[in-house]
């Protein structure tokens, strides 16, 4: 996907009122920003950001964080909420694997949504379900993990639902064709899955979770 460097990126979102810039004073504190008790929900690696958004349009009764580390594309989402009011969503501009340093038990769903796959051995730790990434996740959800995950990448979706059940999740849903499969599943597309949606390229998805 055609990928532009944004000028004064870094200035533009930090002075965005959906930014929070400092997210690791909030650590433990995240209903404060929200000023309520709903649950909250996360994407890691948001892109520009059209799903997120979306999300906190139809889920008036959850919040969203969206996390990105790149400013340019962060940019990209800021200018969608130029004119509108979402009182639910936040977004930060940081790292994926500094999570544990932002929140605490807070989190309810974690979002992966197309993720690098990361293809060579030497990177399989960057890959967001490599089991270093599934125990941070430990330290950020509440006591119920949920976790959904939806890619075009079928090597990374084996590889997902491989490293999941070794972590003792379990599957409520897996689809190998989330646009057409039979049993439809209620779906807000993000910005990536538009296009393979045009392409007719089969996505995959997974909605997993572990309580004890
Ligand atoms: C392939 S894009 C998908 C974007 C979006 N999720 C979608 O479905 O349209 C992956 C995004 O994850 C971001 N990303 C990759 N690694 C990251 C990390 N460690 N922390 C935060 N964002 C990351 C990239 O900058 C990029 O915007």
């Not at 009122?17 to 996360?42: C, E, H, M, R, S």
């Not at 990434?133 to 119920?144: A, G, N, R």
């Not at 057409?180 to 296009?195: C, L, S, V, W």
């Amino acid at each position: 996907m055609e990928y532009i460097k944004i000028k004064n990126a870094d200035q533009i979102v930090k002075n965005s009122i959906y930014i929070i810039d400092n997210p690791t004073a909030f650590k433990g504190k995240w209903k404060n920003v929200f000023k309520n008790n709903n649950p909250i929900d996360l994407q890691l690696g948001m892109g520009r950001g059209d799903f997120i958004i979306e999300m906190a349009k139809a889920y008036p009764n959850r919040n969203f964080i969206g996390l990105e580390n790149n400013e340019s594309k962060m940019v990209n989402a800021i200018k969608k909420l130029e004119f509108l009011k979402l009182p639910n969503l936040k977004l930060i501009c940081i790292d994926a694997q500094k999570i544990d340093q932002i929140f605490n038990k807070e989190i309810d769903t974690i979002y992966l949504t197309f993720s690098e796959p990361w293809p060579k051995k030497i990177d399989e730790k960057k890959r967001f379900t490599h089991i270093n990434y599934l125990k941070l996740y430990d330290k950020v959800f509440k006591k119920k993990k949920h976790i959904i995950l939806k890619t075009d990448n079928k090597i990374l979706f084996a590889y997902s639902l491989e490293t999941l059940s070794n972590y003792w999740y379990t599957f409520k849903r897996v689809s190998l064709d989330l646009h057409n499969d039979e049993n439809k599943i209620p779906n807000i597309m993000t910005n990536y899955e538009k296009q393979y949606f045009k392409e007719k390229r089969p996505i995959f998805y997974l909605d997993a979770i572990f309580e004890d």
